[in-house]
């Protein structure tokens, strides 16, 4: 589980998040929806340790959280490219890894291909895992990149708009393997998304944010309308 309590977060002058309390269970998809300029985005990198929070606290499993206790999978996927999608997902390993075996994929334990292989075909990808991760499509790239979340063995995994520069039917796909992952693994997954609709299908709570503040939760199919309003159009879809 992970748990945001009185979660604030300043820069300067201005309070860009205020009081978040957010609760993820195991085995959960949670996405947080929200126009751009609420929070969505800050709250994430809050809950990874990317950016410092001012007040509140993170806990995860009900400790203070760790850094391998969260598995970040980004809207930019940060691939090396010109490395095997196999070799990309390796290196989920690496914070368990002594410093000798991380400084090349060609020293990586044979136990760590293994399972990385595995968590290659758990995305079903395991047929692709020795071409390179450039050549990839990129809904293929973002499941490689969920592969190398899982080889990390966290139990937390947070998803800053996973899907944004997907095209629908690779978006539904990612989606629907997050949630699967969730479920399947027993993973609190939190997605930030853009895209209401996605949510619905997929999500089993929804979060909506508006300036900083949480002002809806619960029922993914629950209207979403007033966490757009005055704000851009495009954002519903």
């Known amino acids: 589980m992970l748990r945001l309590t009185g979660l604030a ?3 300067g002058d201005r309070e860009i998040l205020r009081g978040i309390d957010i609760e ?5 998809l949670l996405a947080v929806l929200g126009a751009n300029g609420s929070g969505k985005s800050t709250l994430l990198r809050a809950a990874a340790g990317l950016d410092p929070v001012s007040r ?3 806990t995860v499993a009900d400790r203070q959280r760790r850094t391998m206790d969260i598995a970040l999978v980004f809207q930019k996927i940060h691939l090396v490219g010109r490395r095997s999608a196999l070799d990309n997902v390796c290196a989920g390993a690496l914070g368990r890894l002594p410093l000798r ?9 044979r136990d760590v291909r293994e399972e990385a292989m595995a968590c290659l075909d758990r995305v079903g990808l395991a047929n692709r895992a020795h071409d390179r991760a450039g050549r990839l499509s990129g809904g293929q790239q973002q499941r490689v990149a969920i592969a190398r979340a899982l080889c990390q063995r966290a139990p937390v ?4 708009e996973p899907v944004s520069a997907l095209d629908p039917a690779a978006a539904e796909q990612v989606l629907a393997l997050l949630a699967e992952l969730a479920h399947g693994e027993g993973l609190a997954v939190l ?3 853009h895209q209401p609709d996605l949510a619905r299908r997929h999500a089993d709570r929804i979060v909506g944010l508006r300036d900083g503040a949480v002002v809806l939760e619960g029922d993914p199919r629950q209207p979403v309308d007033g966490l757009y309003a005055d704000r851009e159009p495009e954002a519903v879809r």
Not at 101 to 109: C, D, E, G, I, Q
Not at 157 to 160: E, F, H, I, M, T
């Open 101 to 109: 075996r991380s400084l090349t994929p060609a020293l990586f334990p």
């Open 56 to 58: 509140g606290s993170i």
């Open 191 to 193: 997605a930030v998304l």
């Open 157 to 160: 995994v947070l998803a800053d």
């Open 24 to 28: 993820v269970a195991a085995g959960e």
């Open 9 to 11: 977060v300043r820069y």
